[in-house]
């Protein structure tokens, strides 16, 4: 509850103590943040802040209001991954506000408040109810990053990345393609940062599917693992759209790919500690190293066709995973290219009974649709946002994210026949 206000000798220019203060903070990773403001002299060395190279990464956007802005604010829109509040209102009031604000608060959102109430009662409650930072004003640019930095740079916090890995139980049952509109649609839903990685070193169409051709990605990455931090991710990066980045293979095979089980884990490790999603796209192998990366991500998705070969590999893939992970959710399932004409498929409950799962989502086959996108480069979502599919891919960046949970598809119900009933009519 300290505070670092200084007093500039030249309108403008930094202290010299504030620039020694800055000197010692880290680069603040690809988070968003938003602040709502109730003075100039708060709003103003934050908006300093967002200006620092050191924020360069972040993405930040200070609002004037405090806490009931905010509150009308989020009744509409996503919660970023700070939110800091100023706040003059005494600490009851600001007590009983913040419990409003909490109803509209994606749970993995970080708040920080600053306060003109210098009191260690509040600043303990502010603590025990969850909030990350309890800053009496005024306050001093270099607070503001030093603040951030402690969230979400300090070696001791958690990484801020949640790693999600995709993999299909067979070769071409659509994981890749999946995990990129997945990805792109959690960094335009929630203009979160994600960056995919496409472990697909020889085959890989993460660059086909994003329309980009960088000349480095992943294989630089992977073939000198001692160069690896976040500056050197950085270069490696290509940016796909505002908020999407990639780490593209070569999809070349000049060389060959034969990697030790941890090849990968310094790469990862980095990706997720400079954004808040990684997005794997795990190829269809079986190798120590993929065994090892499905191992440790926070999450994984098996995408499978209804047929049987994939119902074996699931049910194979399922097994080890729970053995390999006994602490963790099972994973999740995604049942793919349904009803291809004059195919006959597993039903979806016959398909996820034996593996005691249910799907995540149901995507039909449709050819049109999938076969656009890829020639032309582009996201489903871009092809046609209102298109049933782009909806269920919607969604699962919703349940990915902790938004929202898997609802079991229900069966045709009475409202259901009538409402195709009506529709028919018309
Ligand atoms: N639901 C679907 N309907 C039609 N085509 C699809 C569907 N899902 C994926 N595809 C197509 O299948 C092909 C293989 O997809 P890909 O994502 O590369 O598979 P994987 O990564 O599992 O090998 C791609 O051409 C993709 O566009
Ligand atoms: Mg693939």
Redesign the pocket.
Known sequence: MTNLAYDSPVDGEPAEQEVAAMQALRPVPRISVQAFCETDGVAQPIERAGEDRRMSKAHLKVHMGGVATAIEFYQSAPTPNLIVLESRSEPRQLLEQLGQLAEYCDPSTKVVVIGHYNDVGLYRELIRSGISEYVVAPISMADVVSVISTIFVDPDADPIGRSIAFV?AK???????IAHNVAWAMSTLFNSEVVVADLDLAFG?ANINFDQDPAQGIAEAVFSPERIDEVYLDRLLAQCSEHLSLLSAPSTLERVYDFDADAFTQIIDTAQRSAPLLVLDVP?IWTGWTKATLMKADEIVI?ATPELANLRNTKNLVDMLKRLRPNDAPPKLII??TGVPKRPEIASSDFSEPLGITPMAM?????AL??NA?NNGRMLGEMDAAHSVVHTINEMAHILTGRSEIKAKKKAGLGDILGKLKLKKN
């Open positions: 299909g070769g071409g049952v659509g994981s890749s393609t169409t269809h995408t793919n290219q995507i039909p086959f449709d050819p999938f076969g890829t």
